[in-house]
């Protein structure tokens, strides 16, 4: 194998830093790809052509995008799989038996190799029951979310990332709510036999969207124990505000000083849900230089950037890591 396995490299080098990709999604729909669906990123995926034709036009964005990113300085990428859960692809798109499903996760996953190469780290992206429903981003997930079946909803994209040995590393992204946190940590390694992380959603405030607090989160992993899964390689935050994200993270740290961390906030550009645009921050107040230095210091192993960071971003964060690395 070319690559050393992820947590090997990560523990024999203590101050090794990896630059992960930026905002696929949204990268995506910069270039042209209409994303606006309920499996959002996937759409790209689901036509035929973009199999059967090698000069598709999709082809070559989705191509394009991780070339850029790789230029920019990414050695850990992620695949285009957020909204890609059996539930979401069998509800809304003609993929309905569990067979076309699978043909189409190691379709992606092959592609998604072939674009970086054999020597970059893979990431089976997963986003969070919240990302089917629309609630990532407030972590409501109605009146009874304990009687939620997690694991009936991830299991079909689970089974296939663990069994893909072009995948690294499972990232559980945008985790909003306490439920489902507990959820997933509940998993041993027959569930989860591949290493992961857990991408936390954040609020500003510094809780999580369902308003549980840091110190709650560090609770439910020292809880677990000697039970917790092995497998369990990183925590962080994604797609959380870009100024408030060093202190959410140190907050983090604080709270899990062994933890190996990881950090991915949005552009800094800001939401505007009403108009459902985005809009310049006028009130920037770091900028990639101060806020990876930041990460670093509060113990993050992996960083990188989320939804409408571009490769640019990537770069400079890439140039951030060597300076403080
Ligand atoms: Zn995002």
């Known amino acids: 194998m070319v690559r050393l396995p992820l947590k090997q490299l990560l523990e024999d080098n203590p101050k090794k830093v990896l630059v992960l990709d930026g905002g696929q999604g949204t990268e995506l729909e910069n270039r042209g790809i209409k994303v606006a669906n309920p499996v959002w990123s996937t759409i790209p995926f689901i036509s035929d052509s973009f199999w059967s034709d090698e000069s598709s036009a999709n082809r070559k964005i989705v191509k394009g995008m991780f070339n850029d990113f790789l230029n920019a300085g990414a050695e850990i990428l992620m695949t285009t799989t957020y909204q890609t859960s059996y539930k979401s692809v069998s509800e809304n798109t003609p993929i309905k038996t569990l067979s076309e499903y699978n043909n189409l996760l190691t379709r992606i996953v092959d592609f998604s190799r072939d674009c970086i190469g054999e020597n970059k780290y893979l990431i089976g992206c997963i986003g969070p029951w919240g990302a089917h429903i629309c609630r990532e981003f407030t972590g409501d997930y109605g009146p009874d979310p304990e009687s939620i079946d997690f694991y ?42 591949k290493p992961f992380y857990i991408g936390l959603s954040v609020h500003e405030h510094g ?28 925590l962080g935050i994604n797609c959380v505000s870009f100024n408030q994200s060093p202190d959410i993270l140190e907050s983090l740290h604080q709270a899990l ?24 921050n006028s009130d920037k107040l770091n900028s990639w230089d101060t806020v990876v230095k930041q990460y670093i210091d509060s113990g993050a192993r992996i960083i990188g950037g989320c939804c409408r960071t571009s490769p640019n971003d990537i770069q400079e964060i890439s140039t951030a890591v060597k300076k403080y690395t």
Do not use: C
């Not at 559980?172 to 998993?187: G, K, Q």
């Not at 809780?207 to 390689?233: H, W």
């Open 257 to 280: 000083p062994d933890m190996a961390l990881l950090a991915y906030p949005n552009s800094g550009e800001v939401y505007d849900t009403e108009k459902k645009i985005w809009l310049p």
């Open 207 to 234: 809780v999580l969207r369902d308003g549980t607090t840091m110190e709650e989160v560090a609770k439910v992993i020292k809880g677990l124990g000697d039970k917790i899964n092995p497998n369990f390689s990183l």
């Open 152 to 193: 009936e909803y991830f299991k079909p994209q689970l089974d296939n990332f663990n069994k893909n040995d072009k995948l690294d590393l499972i990232g559980f992204e945008t985790i909003p709510n306490v439920h489902e946190l507990r959820a997933i940590l509940s998993w041993d390694e027959s569930i989860l036999s």
